[in-house]
């Protein structure tokens, strides 16, 4: 039976206009680490006897919840959140350290809100008198305003500001920015994008012409202005595993209807301006690569960036959807079946391809061939890690491909309706482990984090009253952990370390089932607005 595929589309990008005029900041002195406070005693939360060996920050909050949670450092508690507290870790975009985070608390009896600035060791760094969202770049604090203003009254849009956080010192910020970008390794140079309301109008949304009056301003740390573009707007350019340093996604506008004519990718400390065709679109295909491809006939330039010039890497009739040293995938090929082409580039073979998935972790590209064949190729070195025939399950409509670390694989095959009839998994030797043919099928499995011996799943079964249970599973499918009410792994957990809730503990948990910290779904008063805890 012919598999029938499943065609997402490339994720659109919208630029939102917001604004509001900050207040003041207020810097404090170096000052002990956060004593426990109300939202701390709520109740007493419990440790058992392991403890995260890690020295880094880490958030623990529920998907549930509308808001709380508890900032570990290592497997020290150094903020517990009520509720009604907002939390930010703030991982700095160009170092990838997270040293910083923020919290928006409500003042008790109103409506209002302050946001406090806490760095590594729980000391309060700044005091913001409202709510604030934040991003950390280049040693450079971001702030805007968390207030819904889409409007600009009095040609007044603001809203931005911008500290050095070794210093304190406030950065100057044009009037008009909408936003603020830091790019380059030194973060010496600052990006906005700006909007100038027309003389007459009280309103953006009343300018017909909103797109056109929208620009770009480089300046340094001065406020001196070094480049200015009308009609554009710049964007970070970015891929799963990291940014580019120095260089920014330029895009034009083609009139009012926030068509985009062409866009071009700049450097901000050499001033190089790659601009492909007239109508040319960018996208990030890994780390530090980056394709500026044609929106009329889909041929494309790939370039690699991660030096201090652009190195021009080939060109290609169709649009370079993933890059690594040993191989390019390009969307579509020649065969109307199959969504995509994959070019080995040790050998220059072309091979129709039905899936194909890369993992943000280690950037590893897996891809499965119309003939069923399962390659894994290595998201640094190129080296092909896998190349095995895939078993294929002649019920399914659907498949999907997930890669995984250390050159393993995760295939799901599913029926017309999209319910699941198996779950295949993959290394170097072959097929490792298969769920078809059993009575009760998981109806989906992920990726949890890795170990020693590899990485480990999570997989989900339903109830019929809507419930769903967790386990979680070795590459072979032997069960590690059996009925978790949740089990996942955000980002920047250590290894073999992911959230989990079981019983009436919820915390930090490894594959053996040991908790690194733990504490109880009662401890929360989020638990009163709504789950919180309980998810």
């Known amino acids: 039976m012919k598999t029938t595929l499943l065609r997402l589309s490339r994720r659109a990008a919208c630029l939102v206009l917001a604004g509001g005029l900050l207040t003041s900041c207020s810097l404090l002195p170096a000052a002990s680490p956060r004593h426990e406070g109300t939202a701390s005693s709520q109740a007493p939360q419990y440790y058992s006897d392991a403890w995260l060996s890690d020295d880094s920050l880490h958030y623990l909050y529920s998907y549930a ?62 005091t913001f008198p409202y709510a604030v969202s934040a ?127 062409r866009e071009a990718l700049y450097n901000v400390t050499t001033g190089e301006l790659l601009t492909g065709e007239d109508d040319s679109a960018v996208s990030a295909c890994g780390v530090g690569v980056a394709c500026l491809q ?22 290609f009739d169709r649009g370079v959807n993933t890059y690594t040293p040993g191989c390019v995938v390009l969307s579509g090929s020649d ?17 129709a391809i039905q899936r194909r998935d890369t993992d943000y972790r280690s950037g590893n590209v897996a891809v499965l061939t119309t003939d069923n064949i399962l390659k894994v190729y290595d998201g640094t070195t190129g080296a092909l890690l896998t190349d095995v025939e895939a078993a294929p399950v002649e019920e399914a409509q659907y498949i999907s491909v997930t890669a995984l670390p250390d050159g393993y694989a995760l295939l799901q095959y ?11 998994t993959y290394g170097g030797e072959g097929l490792l482990w298969s769920s078809a043919g059993e009575a009760q099928q998981y109806t989906y499995a ?33 069960l590690l952990l059996r009925r978790l009410g949740s089990c996942y792994s955000p980002d920047d957990l250590p290894d073999d370390c992911f959230i989990a809730r079981q019983g009436f503990d919820y915390g930090l948990m490894d594959s053996t089932g040991q908790w690194l910290y733990r504490e109880s779904i009662f401890s929360s008063p989020s638990d009163d607005a709504g789950g919180g805890y309980l998810y």
């Open 335 to 351: 065969d109307p079946d199959s969504p995509y082409t994959l070019i080995d580039l040790a050998s220059g073979e072309k091979t």
């Open 135 to 261: 991003t950390l770049s280049g040693g450079l604090l971001i702030l805007r305003d968390d207030a819904d203003i889409w409007a600009f009254e009095n040609g007044t849009t603001g809203g931005i500001r911008v500290y050095d956080l070794a210093t304190g010192a406030q950065l100057p910020v044009p009037e008009t920015a909408l936003d603020c970008l830091v790019v380059d390794e030194g973060g010496q140079r600052l990006v906005f994008n700006c909007y100038d309301l027309p003389e007459g109008l009280t309103y953006a949304y009343d300018d017909p012409d909103q797109p056109l009056h929208q620009y770009v301003l480089i300046t340094d740390r001065e406020g001196n202005v070094l480049m200015r573009e009308d009609g554009c707007t710049a964007s970070s350019l970015a891929s799963y595993r990291g940014g580019f340093a120095d260089w920014l996604d330029l895009s034009w506008f083609r009139s009012s209807d926030w068509g985009i004519t």
């Open 446 to 478: 992920s990726y949890l984090t890795s170990t020693a011996s590899g990485p480990v799943l999570t997989a989900r079964r339903d109830s019929r009253d809507g419930s769903s249970l967790y386990d979680v599973l070795d590459m072979e499918g032997n």
């Open 65 to 126: 919840g509308n808001g709380g949670g508890t900032i570990l450092r290592g497997g020290r508690v150094l903020y517990k959140a009520s509720s009604s507290d907002s939390i930010q870790l703030l991982k700095d975009t160009l170092t990838g350290e997270t040293g910083h985070y923020l919290v928006a608390h409500s003042i008790l009896g109103t409506e209002e809100r302050t946001s406090t600035l806490y760095d590594a060791d729980g000391n309060a760094v700044m």
């Open 414 to 424: 599913d029926d017309e309706n999209y319910n699941t009839i198996a779950i295949q």
């Open 294 to 315: 044609s929106r009329q006939d889909s041929r494309s330039v790939l370039y690699d960036l991660n030096g201090g010039e652009a190195v021009e890497l080939g060109r």
